[in-house]
Each structure stands twice: as structure tokens, then as C-alpha cells.
């Protein structure tokens, strides 16, 4: 995983609430085992309507979703967080996320920021008026900035520090190498292994 510290870029607006996982990533998608290639389903029914935001050329190439009240709720599904982040998303700010989602994004090295109702709307409307509005969001000093909106927001020390050290449940585990290679070597013969 990519250590995270800053995120500048432009945003897509996505302004519908209770964007469930289903909508972001369809189940069909599900049979895959890789992490990547889901880009691709990406909000896979809606981009056949011509006019859904992501098909417009005014957003393409946009690191930062900025998605309605409750994104993400519905089932557990890391894949969501894969095809966002395979699409080019860096980053999601909403009013409130979905709690499996927020896991699973910051899990995965997707940050998610939220913020109060009134500084989303403001950056709904600045990003409407000019697609090119450039974001950034520092996850060092947890501060957001945009064209006339600077804000704060929070995130749980141990999330921060894995987004900034790049680290997921493999990298957190390889922090112990050496120790589990020591346990490993002092094991009794009879105890059973992994043979490989």
C-alpha cells in the first residue's frame, strides 16, 4: 500500500445519499480474486446513462469523490474500495460514511474525510462551477482546502498512522518479521507446519 500524506487533485460530484456498495461495484464483480481490474464496474449501471457525472470529460482524471451523506452502506465488500481506488480516487469526503466502508477504505488506503453538511455543500457548488478547482487534503495536519473552504477534520490515530506509513494488515504484520521468524525457528518438530 501506497503511504498517503497529501491528496491534491480535483473532485467529482456525486451528490446522491445512501450510495450503496451494490451501486458502486455490482456483485457480477464479485468472482474476481485480484485486488485490481474493477475500475471497470465502477458505478456500472449508471455509467450507461451518458449524462452520469463520471462520463462527463469536465471530471475525468478527478482524485477526489465527493459523495452524498451515507456512501457506502449495504454489504461488506472490499471490492468497492478496490474500484474506487483503480478508477484514480485517492480520496472520498462526505457528511457521514457507511462504517464497513470507512474500514474497509482506510483498511485499503483509500482516505475518507468527512465534514460538516454546510462545507460539503459549499464544495458541491465550487466544484460545479469550476470542474479544474483544485483540492487538497493534507492528512498530516488533517486539514482540508479548497476554493473558499478551509476546514479541519478527523480521523483516528491509528487509521492516520497506517494511511501515512502505507500500511495494511500485511505490512502491519511484516513489522513483526523478525519476531515471528524467531518463534517460528524455536517451534517444537512436532508441532505441524506449513509446508511449501
Known amino acids: 500500500m501506497e503511504p498517503i500524506r497529501l491528496v491534491v487533485g ?5 451528490p446522491r445519499a445512501d450510495v450503496d456498495t451494490d451501486q458502486i ?3 457480477h464483480w464479485l468472482k474476481r480474486l485480484e485486488r485490481t481490474g474493477y475500475g471497470a464496474g465502477l458505478f456500472e449501471a449508471w455509467r450507461s446513462d451518458p449524462g ?3 462520463n462527463d470529460p469536465r471530471y475525468r482524471g478527478a482524485s477526489i469523490l ?6 457506502g452502506c449495504g454489504s461488506s465488500r472490499e471490492h468497492a474500495v478496490w474500484a474506487l481506488h483503480d478508477s484514480g480516487f485517492r480520496a472520498v469526503v462526505s457528511t ?8 474497509n477504505a482506510l483498511r485499503n488506503g483509500l482516505l475518507t474525510v468527512e465534514l460538516d453538511d454546510a462545507t460539503v455543500a459549499l464544495l458541491f457548488d465550487a466544484v460545479r462551477v469550476d470542474p479544474a478547482a483544485e483540492i487538497a487534503i493534507d492528512l498530516e495536519r488533517r486539514t482540508f482546502e479548497a476554493p473558499g473552504v478551509h476546514a479541519r477534520f478527523a480521523i483516528d ?3 492516520r498512522t497506517r494511511l501515512l506509513e502505507g500500511l495494511d494488515d500485511v505490512g502491519l504484520t511484516l513489522r ?3 519476531k515471528i521468524r524467531a518463534y517460528e525457528t524455536a517451534r517444537p518438530d512436532w508441532l505441524p507446519t506449513v509446508r511449501r
Do not use: H, M
Not at 10 to 14: E, F, V
Not at 66 to 71: D, Q, T, V, Y
Open 10 to 14: 480535483r473532485a467529482l460530484p456525486l
Open 176 to 178: 513483526n518479521e523478525t
Open 66 to 71: 465527493l459523495a452524498g451523506p451515507n456512501f
Open 52 to 54: 452520469f457525472v463520471l
Open 96 to 103: 457521514r460514511f457507511a462504517d464497513i466502508f470507512k474500514s
Open 157 to 159: 490515530d491509528y487509521a
Open 25 to 27: 461495484i455490482p456483485s
